[in-house]
């Protein structure tokens, strides 16, 4: 079997780009991870996965990916999984009735809410990490503020509404050890690519 020609350099490059990001934006990551799963073992888990995954499948890459959308498709897909295994006990929220009701709505409705309120992506981005196309992407933010009573000409009552879902949204603790994973979860990837190119070498011996 013939293998294709793994470019080092390339491969490098990208994995310090993407290292530099996960270390830059993993705490926000956990809140999204934490409101899928609602769990703070689970999260820090989704986290965890999707930090290994991302520098694992960025060395096939030939360019640098959209790293913020990356990330976040890794996270949602995970979490999703994760949520609907119910693998972990769910935390329910009881800080804010708005809130807790924003969680029975459905979820891909809720996924996009998230990732425009409270991620700051646009329309287009949101489509990007979900997969949707652009009428898609109106259609399931227009329910969800419909049944969340938010105006998208954000009035005061609307203002008032949307704060109080992203203060909870923000609330969620951090692991102390959350860190700690995240860097077990990169030297992970980085000593399987290593053994990987170690026998590499040796094939092409």
């Not at 999707?50 to 498709?73: C, E, I, T």
């Not at 996009?112 to 109106?138: H, I, M, P, Q, S």
């Amino acid at each position: 079997m013939v293998m294709a020609k793994i470019d080092s350099a390339l491969a490098e490059g990208i994995h310090r780009n993407l290292t530099a990001h996960i270390l830059e934006h993993y705490e926000r990551y956990y809140y999204l991870a934490y409101s899928l799963v609602k769990n703070r073992e689970g999260a820090k888990n989704v986290v965890s996965n999707a930090v290994y995954f991302s520098l694992y499948n960025g060395r096939k890459l030939k360019d640098l990916p959209p790293m913020h959308v990356w990330f976040l498709q890794l996270i949602i897909r995970d979490g999703m999984r994760t949520m609907n295994r119910g693998a972990y006990s769910r935390d329910f929220t009881k800080d804010s009735q708005l809130y807790a009701f924003m969680e029975t709505l459905e979820p891909s409705a809720v996924n996009v809410f998230k990732l425009f309120y409270f991620e700051g992506l646009n329309a287009e981005k949101v489509g990007d990490v979900l997969g949707f196309g652009k009428e898609e992407v109106r259609r399931k933010l227009e329910y969800a503020r419909r049944e969340l009573k938010i105006d998208s000409s954000m009035d005061e009552e609307s203002e008032a509404r949307l704060q109080e879902l992203a203060e909870v949204y923000e609330s969620a603790g951090l692991p102390e050890d959350l860190r700690e994973e995240i860097d077990a979860a990169i030297r992970r990837e980085e000593e399987n690519y290593a053994a990987f190119l170690q026998k590499y070498e040796k094939d092409k011996i």
